[in-house]
């Protein structure tokens, strides 16, 4: 069985880009969680979906957003980059009700904003 | 808001030693769920061990266990025998229970920067 795959692995954009990551998640999985990391702050939430829906998400600005697609798989957007957006942006997939709900992470998605 | 603390940046310990990784928290709630994810230089991240906050017996996977105290708000990851492949970072992580539709965010401690010398 595929893991979570996120594209592209690498990107570099400038200040006032926006940029569209994609994941995929695992077959079967039908929630998507969005993480950020940076050597600052760590790990942090940004969204969750199921089902199409946003279900939660983090303290982040609008400039942030994101989508679940039918057949499960999610796209996030940054508008307007910042140097601050400089991160590795994880995916993560669960099954959803029920169970421990463990996430499985993609590799990551390395944005670079010059 | 729920809070995860890991007081060690970084950790070292002889192959085929033993090592402990520290880890508190800090919840109003009496229902979650505890994980130990570890993340090697290749980034993907994995699940190491996960601990039910209800279940009074400590978690244990192969040479990965866990001492969780629940009173002390603390869930520590202890590696026997530890492998050159177990370097990597480290994090503690806090999820709210019962799952509901929806409710699956990780609250992420800093990392634990784990280092296995030969």
């Known amino acids: 069985k595929a893991g979570v795959t996120q594209t592209p692995r690498y990107l570099i954009k400038t200040r006032g880009q926006q940029v569209t990551l994609s994941c995929s998640p695992i077959?079967?999985?039908?929630?998507v969680s969005w993480y950020q990391q940076t050597p600052g702050q760590g790990l942090q939430f940004l969204f969750e979906?199921?089902?199409?829906?946003?279900?939660n998400k983090g303290n982040f600005p609008g400039r942030f957003s994101g989508r679940q697609f039918s057949n499960s798989r999610s796209e996030m957007n940054v508008s307007t980059l910042e140097l601050g957006d400089s991160a590795l942006y994880l995916c993560?997939?669960?099954?959803?009700?029920?169970?421990?709900?463990?996430?499985?992470f993609g590799e990551g998605s390395r944005l670079t904003v010059l | 808001a729920q809070t995860v603390t890991q007081s060690q940046p970084e950790m070292s310990v002889q192959e085929a030693e033993t090592v402990t990784l520290s880890c508190t928290y800090d919840?109003?709630?009496?229902?979650?769920?505890l994980f130990w994810y570890k993340q090697p230089p290749s980034r993907q991240m994995i699940l190491v061990i996960r601990?039910?906050?209800?279940?009074?017996q400590n978690a244990t996977e192969n040479r990965f266990s866990v001492n969780f105290q629940k009173a002390a708000k603390s869930f520590s990851l202890k590696i026997s025998d530890s492998q050159l492949g177990d370097a990597a970072m480290y994090f503690c992580?806090?999820?709210?229970?019962?799952?509901?539709?929806?409710?699956?965010?990780?609250?992420f401690g800093q990392g634990t920067r784990l280092t296995i010398n030969p």
């Open positions: 919840t109003s709630e009496s229902d979650y769920y």
């Open positions: 979906y199921f089902s199409e829906t946003q279900r």
């Open positions: 601990q039910e906050a209800y279940k009074q």
């Open positions: 077959s079967g999985h039908r929630s």
């Open positions: 992580a806090y999820r709210r229970s019962p799952i509901i539709q929806g409710a699956q965010k990780l609250v």
């Open positions: 993560a997939s669960s099954l959803q009700v029920g169970g421990t709900g463990e996430l499985f």
